[in-house]
Every structure is written in structure tokens, then in C-alpha cells.
């Protein structure tokens, strides 16, 4: 069975700074997708970011940036030049490709913005 | 936003009675996924509907069920409520396989 892990709960950050928010998974699939949401606290889950296993290349949303590991299953965030906005829950979370699928979601990591 | 909408907002219950929440996928898309999200937890997958049918599900008894109307709307249905049903129900819409966005969900709470 597919697991997601985030192993640190809360994480605090000096605005303007750059924080990076922790991810690994297990999987025997080859093909799947990984993904970054963001909760905050009017709870909307909002997609941040999206990465295609195949691809090589770590995907990047305008402050937001994945190092995306395979190998060693590990799928991070990195948010740079912190906004007050970015305050809330993180979610890593996966989904196989082609498949019928259900997305599995980590535990999260609470990130609070420090001004 | 994402074009998702869900209602009620939050709701009320006592154990044993019987609850439906609802769900309105954006526009084009053909697929709605249901999630429970517990207090300080992650979402679970409780099911998905894509064209009406359900197309797969979670590990959940079958006092949960749901339906998908033609226009794609979804409902989500619980029997017996427990105490423990007291989550967020967060419902996702996409476009067959492609990205979920989710809707705001619903607060449920069962005394």
C-alpha cells in the first residue's frame, strides 16, 4: 500500500525567508503523481503545486519549488521570500497515473509565518 | 477558488440519524471524489464517482454511499452517524484522471 510521510508536524518562518517543508512516500508503482495543497484556515484545499513522476525536472510555481527525489522517495517543498498569506496546513500527498484513483494525503505540516 | 461548491456549510447531528451533503463540480468536469478529514489529520478517500458510477472506494462501511447526477453534481449519504463520522467533508472535482480541486467543505458534527 502507498503511504505518504511528513515527518515535522509545525514549522515556523521569518517572513521574506525560505522554508522547506519535508515529504517522502512509499510505492511499488513506477507511474504517479505527487502534489503539494495548501489548507488554510477557511479550510479550502488549494492545489500549490504538481509533479509528474516521469519528469526529471523539479516543477516550480512562481515561490514554490519541489525537489522531487525518486530514488530515494522524497518529494519537498520549498517556499521562498515567505508571505504572511502562505500561513496554514501543507499537505503532501499521491495519486497513481492512469489509474481510478484516490489521492492519499500526508498527515500535514503546520506552517506559521513570523513577522 | 476553484468553481467547487458544497453545502451545507457545517451541520449538526445526533448519532443514528442519517445526513446528506452535496456537492457541485466545477464546470466540464465528469468526476467527483469524496474525503473525510478528521481533526489534525490528512483527507481519507472515502469514494469516487466518474459518469454516474462509482468508480472506486475507500475503506469505509456502506453506511456511506453516494450518488452522481447526470449534470456531475454528487451527494454523499451517511446512515447510523457515529460519533465518530464528526469530521470535514471535503468534496474534489477533475476532469476524469487530471488534477483534483476541491470545494470548501462541510463541517459535520454528530452529538
Known amino acids: 500500500a502507498q503511504t505518504v510521510t511528513q515527518s515535522q508536524p509545525e514549522m515556523s518562518v521569518q517572513e521574506a525567508e525560505t522554508v522547506t517543508l519535508s515529504c517522502t512516500y512509499d510505492t511499488s508503482e513506477s507511474d504517479y503523481y505527487l502534489f503539494w495543497y495548501k489548507q488554510p484556515p477557511s479550510r479550502q484545499m488549494i492545489l500549490v503545486i504538481r509533479?509528474?513522476?516521469?519528469?526529471?525536472q523539479n516543477a516550480t510555481e512562481n515561490r514554490f519549488s519541489v525537489n522531487f527525489q525518486k530514488a530515494a522517495k522524497s518529494f519537498s517543498l520549498k517556499i521562498s521570500d515567505s508571505q504572511l498569506g502562505d500561513a496554514a496546513m501543507y499537505f503532501c500527498a499521491y495519486r497513481r497515473m492512469n489509474r481510478d484513483d484516490k489521492i492519499i494525503f500526508g498527515k500535514g505540516t503546520r506552517l506559521h509565518i513570523l513577522p | 477558488e476553484t468553481g467547487v461548491t458544497q453545502s451545507p456549510t457545517h451541520l449538526i447531528k445526533t448519532r443514528g440519524q442519517q445526513v446528506t451533503l452535496r456537492c457541485s463540480s466545477q464546470s466540464g468536469h465528469n468526476t467527483v471524489s469524496w474525503y473525510q478529514q478528521a481533526l489534525g489529520q490528512g483527507p481519507q478517500f472515502i469514494f469516487q464517482y466518474y459518469r454516474e458510477e462509482e468508480n472506486g472506494r475507500g475503506n469505509f462501511p456502506p453506511r456511506f454511499s453516494g450518488l452522481q447526477f447526470p449534470n456531475y453534481s454528487s451527494e454523499l449519504n451517511v446512515n447510523a452517524l457515529e460519533l465518530d463520522d464528526s469530521a470535514l467533508y471535503l468534496c474534489?472535482?477533475?476532469?476524469?484522471?487530471?488534477?483534483?480541486?476541491f470545494g470548501p467543505g462541510t463541517r459535520l458534527t454528530v452529538l
Open positions: 509533479q509528474e513522476a516521469y519528469k526529471q
Open positions: 474534489a472535482s477533475s476532469w476524469g484522471l487530471d488534477t483534483q480541486y
